[in-house]
């Protein structure tokens, strides 16, 4: 008997799930992504940005906080932007935002 304990394949890992995009017929429009709360999350992803956008990530959750009166954390803006940025990638394609950017440079 093996002590080695029984994993998922890569078919188990990467297989497609309910509600995702691919599930949603062509021409219907889905319900717009929103950034996950204050909750724990499953998964982890390193992104590493420059001092400047650290900064300009702080700044953004202060003016939240002190003009807006919504207390969030650095991860909660992140994931709303995130959010934000495949809804408009998902609904103008070419014409998104991120295509035009990513396309500058």
Do not use: C, W
């Amino acid at each position: 008997m093996t002590r080695r304990p029984s994993l998922p394949g890569a078919s188990e890992l990467f297989r497609l799930t309910a509600g995702t995009a691919a599930d949603t017929t062509a021409g219907e429009p889905s319900a717009p992504r929103r950034g996950t709360g204050r909750q724990k999350h499953s998964t982890k992803i390193t992104v590493y940005v420059s001092d400047e956008e650290l900064l300009a990530l702080e700044h953004a959750r202060l003016a939240l906080r002190g003009e807006h009166g919504l207390a969030v954390d650095r991860g909660r803006v992140v994931r709303e932007a995130i959010a934000i940025v495949l809804d408009d990638l998902e609904g103008h394609g070419a014409d998104s935002l991120l295509v035009r950017r990513l396309r500058e440079r």
